[in-house]
């Protein structure tokens, strides 16, 4: 802090005290609300762990950590998530530096093609998988290659996938700001391309780099739906939870792995602060944006690897649209309509039913996370530490274990939020506070790129807190949180784990459906259903699209 | 379109109202069956309005332990016998004697008048034709051909620790083997077990796409899938099937046991009941007769012949320490 600033302090009291207050109420507003809606539930669940046969006690943990199988469970899991965190974030980063940093063609389709992981439900993704790659799949059927799908690298090649897309829009935000005058000054200085990456490209993306680390490393290893369908028997700690809690019905044993989970929100939390420090902010008041210069080479080399990792994201639902045309993949290729006739419970009541609440937690989760990130950020509260492990925290927590919170808290008579089970606003929370993490990093990556400076120029001019916060963060902050909303809206379209603890024969979704369906062996139905699914996703994308270049925003990213 | 929308945004708006003559049934019924019967039942108790709740065995059992303190259904309507005799489960159960239990045999339903199965399913092979063909192997009639070395990385089971339909299969082995010659067998397979797969229906879907030669699974899912037009057979294993019942319930905490009553009733019924033997092949009372297309799956007009006799008690007290066993031998 400068000495001016200090010296203006006593006459800015006034305005101080206020936002002061204004902080306090939000901050304990918000952390309300994640104790509600987060703590609450998986609290209820994971106290379960302490329920044994014999009644409370340590019992299910020295019944888990005594058994050999738990430590090669343990291993398998950290292996698996280990290797495809490095792969995801790896390969989203020279994706998303291709798309930020150079003048490859399309970036728009570019942009959107990867995130197809994310328009349908895991299973189908899973299933497209095996459709291409599986001992029968187009690969080994049509040309005679001879692959084996299922297994480790199975595992990894599906995780890979799935966590592309998170790291990809938290790399993306942090490689989309650039301050030109560090560049040109390398330049000037004779700094050869290799050396200003180094200095100054990976340096000011840390934070981002991390943040991506911890998403795809967490949600690979809560997840159990790709491990179950691809990794034949290659056992995981998310595969025993499914096991204990779905196979046997004991919540005591599944909690206990459940608390396991939890480590590496834990351990993230605890090296947050140390890999924060070198990041510094981008955009300051003296910034000037980054122009990209014209190098055809560059660009060619850059290009040839964006559209050949395109390539492999859109074979997945390709093949998908494919199998929803034919009468049975892959024995009767011939075309047909009939599988959009769909007769599953409801028919496509649930398609509507999920518009709805994903429009609800597109809006409201996007409030939220912002809320929570500003809090962080922003806000000189000691609240912030507790917040921030929180925000992160539902990528630790596996779905199934979520939901099943959400049931033993709500569902019960004494809980004065009772009246919420078995509506749609609780599926929204449970959606919003299930995808919370990756909404808050993607926010925070970006707002961590916006200077204190504004910050202190607008409080010196008079401004407070909360002027500052509409006239100067939210101005720029905004197209990051369009996509932040999108991205909600999309999670509740497709997530599935969590979600069939609480639906009703009143408010089935459509995720549930496909399961239904796939639960039927109806694989082609499913995949039409699940086309519906994308083809909403997709008018999504194009409507928020539209709606920002009738604003103005016409050279503005909804996915950055 | 926008009337849907509305509807939607109604249902959020109001918490779920009970009015006297609804009742909320939990089903594990596969999807296209529970929709038949529900409307059959819609049909017979006009007054009543009946919602469903259709998930799978494990979802929908970790569901209901997680609403015992305040279980939002009235019924259990078939629903694995051997997961509704989970305490967690059955303490939630009160008992009832609908009319006409006494037509099913008493190994079919529980002493205690918990919970009576009127329907029922079998773990059977499901066999890929065009796989068989093309890999020059011949159709498998019996676990015992299993063991081949032909069919080595050609078997897919479900893994009995997940599944129930794989804990049957691996149960009824060692129950008709007895348990040192069981395990024995056990071990032999293992060796040709491409992948146990952690639900009990898809080995038979996987084996139907193609993607191995043989899965274990049940019945109902073969049944299906060759109706679907897979070049799928199915065998029921020459040593006998292994089987499970699907059991029907009365909650003790539903608001509205008398429609729950009327409900439990109806599925003895005769119409009902002609209603099972479109759909199943197991139904434990007397009735209607086996559909063409069941038989030309290959199941005998009388399915009792082929099944192994189940002792389900024993099956159910023996579950934990047989997974833990079948874990120590094929997981590690």
Aim: one cysteine or more; glycine letters at 8%.
């Amino acid at each position: 802090m400068t000495d001016q600033t200090v010296s203006m302090s006593s006459r800015l009291r006034q305005f101080r005290l206020s936002d002061k207050s204004f902080a306090t109420a939000v901050s304990v507003g918000i952390l309300v609300l994640m104790v509600i809606f987060l703590v609450i539930p998986a609290v209820s669940i994971l106290l379960r762990s302490f329920v044994g046969d014999s009644g409370w006690g340590l019992e299910n943990y020295t019944e888990t950590l005594n058994s050999g199988r738990i430590r090669e469970l343990v291993g398998n899991s950290l292996t698996v998530s280990a290797i495809t965190a490095a792969l995801a974030v790896s390969l989203a980063y020279v994706y998303a530096y291709s798309i930020q940093r150079t003048n490859v063609v399309f970036k728009s389709f570019l942009r959107i093609v990867v995130m197809t992981p994310l328009f349908a439900p895991s299973l189908v993704q899973a299933q497209g998988l095996i459709f291409l790659f599986g001992r029968n799949g187009a690969f080994n059927r049509f040309f005679g290659f001879d692959f084996d799908l299922y297994g480790f690298w199975g595992i990894v090649l599906a995780n890979t996938l799935y966590t592309f897309p998170y790291a990809f829009l938290i790399l993306s935000a942090a490689l989309a700001a650039a301050d030109a005058r560090l560049y040109e000054g390398a330049v000037v200085m004779g700094a050869k391309p290799m050396r200003i990456f180094q200095a100054i490209t990976l340096p000011s993306t840390r934070y981002g780099i991390a943040a991506a680390c911890f998403v795809s490393f967490s949600l690979s290893i809560t997840d159990f739906g790709n491990a179950i369908v691809i990794g034949g028997d290659f056992n995981v700690l998310a595969t025993e939870i499914y096991n204990k809690v779905i196979g046997q019905g004991k919540f005591g044993l599944g909690a206990v792995i459940g608390v396991l989970l939890l480590a590496p929100a834990v351990i993230s939390k605890l090296l947050e602060r140390r890999i924060a420090r070198g990041q510094h902010a981008l955009i300051t008041d003296g910034s000037k944006p980054l122009v990209i210069g014209i190098n055809r080479s560059r660009d060619l080399a850059y290009g040839i690897y964006a559209y050949v990792v395109a390539g492999m994201f859109l074979a997945v639902p390709l093949i998908v649209l494919l199998a929803s045309f034919v009468r049975l993949w892959p024995y009767n290729l011939s075309f047909t309509l009939k599988h959009y006739s769909f007769d599953v419970q409801n028919g496509a009541q649930p398609l509507w039913n999920s518009i709805v609440v994903a429009l609800a937690t597109a809006l409201f989760g996007v409030v939220l996370v912002t809320i929570a990130a500003i809090v962080v950020q922003k806000f000189r509260t000691p609240l912030r530490g507790p917040i921030s492990f929180l925000a992160i925290l539902p990528t630790s927590i596996p779905g199934m274990v979520l939901g099943l919170g959400y049931v033993l808290a709500f569902n019960n008579p004494a809980n004065p939020l009772n009246m919420l089970y078995g509506t749609f606003p609780l599926i929204v929370l449970l959606y919003i506070y299930y995808n919370h993490a990756q909404g808050f990093l993607i926010t925070t990556t970006s707002l961590k790129q916006i200077s204190s400076t504004f910050d202190e120029a607008s409080t010196m001019l008079g401004g407070s807190q909360l002027r500052t916060l509409f006239k100067v963060t939210l101005p720029i902050l905004w197209p990051t949180l369009v996509g932040v909303a999108v991205f909600f809206f999309m999670r509740a379209m497709v997530s599935l784990s969590a979600v069939i603890f609480l639906i009703t024969p009143q408010t089935q979704v459509a995720a549930v459906s496909v399961l239904q369906l796939s639960d039927r062996g109806a694989n082609n139905q499913a995949a039409a259903f699940s086309v519906c699914i994308m083809l909403i996703v997709l008018a999504m994308l194009l409507l928020a699209r539209s709606v920002l270049w009738l604003a103005g925003a016409k050279n503005i990213t909804l996915i950055r | 379109m926008k009337a849907s929308v509305f509807s939607g945004l109604m249902a959020a708006l109001l918490p779920a109202t009970v009015y006297a003559g609804d009742i909320t049934v939990y089903t594990a019924y596969e999807e296209d069956e529970a929709a038949a019967f529900l409307e059959l039942a819609k049909t017979a108790m006009p007054d009543i309005n009946v919602n469903m709740l259709r998930l799978s065995t494990g979802d929908l059992a970790a569901r209901i332990i997680a609403e015992k303190a305040n279980p939002q259904h009235d019924v259990i309507w078939g629903f694995a016998a051997s997961t509704i005799v989970n305490p967690e489960i059955a303490d939630t159960l009160e008992a009832y004697a609908p009319a006409g239990l006494e037509k099913i045999p008493t190994s079919f339903r529980d002493g205690d008048n918990k919970w009576f199965a009127v329907t029922g399913y079998m773990a059977v092979l499901c066999v890929n034709t065009e796989r068989a063909a093309k890999l020059g192997l011949d159709v498998p009639t019996s676990w015992a051909d299993l063991t081949d070395p032909k069919f080595k990385g050609e078997v897919v089971m479900p893994n009995p620790a997940s599944s129930g339909t794989g804990y049957i299969q691996v149960s009824s082995l060692l129950q008709m083997k007895g348990e040192d010659a069981g395990w024995t067998f056990l071990d032999q397979l293992h060796g040709n077990i491409a992948q146990y797969i952690k639900s009990g229906s898809k080995p038979c879907n996987a084996a139907a796409s193609g993607e191995y030669t043989v899965g274990a699974s049940f019945d109902m899912r073969a049944i299906k899938n060759i109706d679907e037009g897979f070049p799928m057979m199915m065998v029921v294993p020459a040593e006998g099937a292994g089987n499970e019942l699907e059991a029907n319930a009365l909650v003790a905490s539903s608001k509205n046991k008398d429609d729950a009553r009327r409900f439990l009733d109806w599925t003895l019924t005769p119409e009902a009941v002609n209603a099972y033997y479109d759909w199943k092949a197991i139904v434990t009372l007397p009735g209607g007769s086996l559909p063409q297309k069941f038989k030309d799956a290959g199941l005998p007009e009388d399915t009792n012949s082929v099944l192994h006799p189940t002792d389900f008690a024993a099956a159910g007290a023996d579950r934990d320490r047989i997974i833990a066993e079948w874990q120590r031998r094929y997981e590690n």
